[in-house]
T-cell receptor, first 113, second 112 residues
Framework: KAGVTQTPRYLIKTRGQQVTLSCSPI?????VSWYQQTPGQGLQFLFE???????NKGNFPGRFSGRQFSNSRSEMNVSTLELGDSALYLC????????????FGEGSRLTVL | LAKTTQPISMDSYEGQEVNITCSHN???????ITWYQQFPSQGPRFIIQ???TKVTNEVASLFIPADRKSSTLSLPRVSLSDTAVYYC?????????????FGTGTRLKVLA
């Protein structure tokens, strides 16, 4: 069974640009959640989607957004990038929302210059 | 909002039992407590999940007291390959939405 796939794995952007990251969940999983990981702040929850609807949301500004498609694949977008957005962005899938049993991808490492 | 804290780091020798505790206040009443392991350049990997008392699987045990304000991950007979960062995860409701809250992470180093 294929795991969670995130693309791209690495990317470099400059301040003010925007970025879109993609996540393909494990087959059959309907929930996708996103996290930002940095050395200073650790793992922080961004949002969770279930059946194409955002179910839960963390404490990030509106520049961070996401969506989920009918096949459960998800994308997250960060607009007007700031230096502080440099991080590892992790996607996780699960069979349902609020389960806590998450299966993570390897992440997309974003560097903002 | 729930806050989760863990020891920053721990050292252990091969073959020993390691216990890592996570303190969490205000977790959601019906929420599970979950533990993850993370190696460099990889996403976290699920280890174990529990709601109360004790849960054991083939790799770890999880102890949760009645008040659920903390949990302890127990790794029996660690090996060098258990060197990793360990995170607890709890859920909490705040501002009408459910949030996943990871602990600060414990860096475990297993020595030969």
């Amino acid at each position: 069974k294929a795991g969670v796939t995130q693309t791209p794995r690495y990317l470099i952007k400059t301040r003010g640009q925007q970025v879109t990251l993609s996540c393909s969940p494990i087959s059959g999983h309907r929930s996708v959640s996103w996290y930002q990981q940095t050395p200073g702040q650790g793992l922080q929850f961004l949002f969770e989607y279930f059946s194409e609807t955002q179910r839960n949301k963390g404490n990030f500004p509106g520049r961070f957004s996401g969506r989920q498609f009918s096949n459960s694949r998800s994308e997250m977008n960060v607009s007007t990038l700031e230096l502080g957005d440099s991080a590892l962005y992790l996607c996780a899938s699960s069979w349902g929302a609020n389960t806590g049993e998450l299966f993570f991808g390897e992440g997309s490492r974003l560097t903002v210059l | 909002l729930a806050k989760t804290t863990q020891p920053i780091s721990m050292d252990s020798y091969e073959g020993q039992e390691v216990n890592i505790t996570c303190s969490h206040n205000n977790i959601a009443t019906n929420d599970y407590i979950t533990w993850y392991q993370q190696f460099p350049s990889q996403g976290p990997r699920f280890i174990i999940q529990g709601y109360k008392t004790k849960v054991t699987n083939e790799v770890a045990s999880l102890f949760i007291p009645a008040d659920r304000k903390s949990s302890t991950l127990s790794l029996p007979r660690v090996s060098l390959s258990d060197t990793a960062v360990y995170y607890c995860l709890v859920g909490a409701y705040a501002s009408g939405t459910y949030k996943y809250i990871f602990g600060t992470g414990t860096r475990l180093k297993v020595l030969a």
